[in-house]
């Protein structure tokens, strides 16, 4: 992933953001809907999340899809 994509990323998807689960294509997945909040974004530009069920699966770009959420 180049620089200037991750660190947009990293700006979209800052620490305490919180997200909802729209699709993982994983058999440990969260259910669809699950919330969680963002605890980072590494270094190939996975967002590692801490979901409200006690799950950390980080989520993949290219694979997952989540959406931002407005609850705290």
């Known amino acids: ?3 200037s994509l991750l660190n947009k990323r990293r700006e979209k998807y800052p620490k305490i953001t919180r ?3 729209v ?3 994983d058999g440990h997945a969260p259910p ?5 909040t963002v605890q980072g974004v590494d ?3 996975s967002i590692l ?3 409200d ?3 950390s699966l980080n989520v993949l770009f290219s694979e997952d899809k989540i ?3 407005n609850d705290n």
């Open 1 to 3: 992933m180049n620089k």
């Open 19 to 21: 997200i909802e689960l």
């Open 23 to 25: 699709i993982m294509d």
């Open 32 to 36: 669809i809907g699950t919330k969680g």
């Open 43 to 45: 270094d190939i530009g």
């Open 49 to 51: 999340v801490s979901w």
């Open 53 to 55: 069920n006690g799950s």
């Open 67 to 69: 959406t931002q959420t």
